[in-house]
């Protein structure tokens, strides 16, 4: 779709998208302590390896990068483009939050609530993005599924080793 905001230079909306994703990846980042407790939790035998989460935040934070970009672009008016940064903050904030109930408070019981808002904002943004770029929408499927993944390793981690 072609819009007054479409004629923006692509520069400013892809470094704010990148400074925002490699924060948000950042902050979770640090907070995400997989040695000591976390290491004496059972894990379902699907748990994929340490490694591999690093690789996949990296794919899907780079996503969404691109998603939060290409839907500014394609917004029609500067309130819609504010509307679309905001719920992307908005899930920036729930992505670093279940984190901090996962790994800093070591409440996965918790953490299965706060993913289930996190998971409903994603599916927000998708149409949201739909409404102005399917191209944008599409990008966050990769986001959609590996949440949904992980809802199901965090419900496994609580029928493993609850109570919390």
């Not at 004629?7 to 909306?13: I, S, T, V």
């Not at 925002?20 to 390896?49: C, F, H, I, K, Q």
């Not at 984190?99 to 409440?107: A, K, M, P, Y």
Request: proline share 7%.
């Amino acid at each position: 779709m072609n819009s007054p905001l479409g004629n923006r230079p692509w520069g400013l909306p892809i470094a704010i998208a990148a400074i925002a994703a490699v924060v948000v990846a950042g902050v979770g980042g640090t907070m995400t302590d997989t040695t000591g407790w976390y290491e004496s939790l059972r894990l379902p035998s699907w748990n994929p390896p340490p490694q591999a989460f690093g690789l996949i935040w990296t794919v899907v934070f780079t996503l969404i990068a691109a998603s939060g970009v290409t839907a500014w672009r394609a917004a029609p008016d500067s309130r819609t483009s504010d509307t679309l940064i905001g719920l992307f903050a908005i899930n920036g904030a729930l992505n670093v939050s279940w984190t901090v109930l996962f790994f800093q408070l070591r409440r996965p019981d918790w953490a299965i609530v706060e993913l289930a808002v996190l998971w409903l904002s994603i599916a927000v943004l998708i149409v949201a993005c739909a409404r102005h770029s399917r191209g944008a929408a599409l990008l966050l499927l990769p986001y959609l599924a590996w949440v949904s993944v992980a809802g199901a390793l965090n419900w496994q981690v609580i029928q493993l080793n609850g109570p919390f």
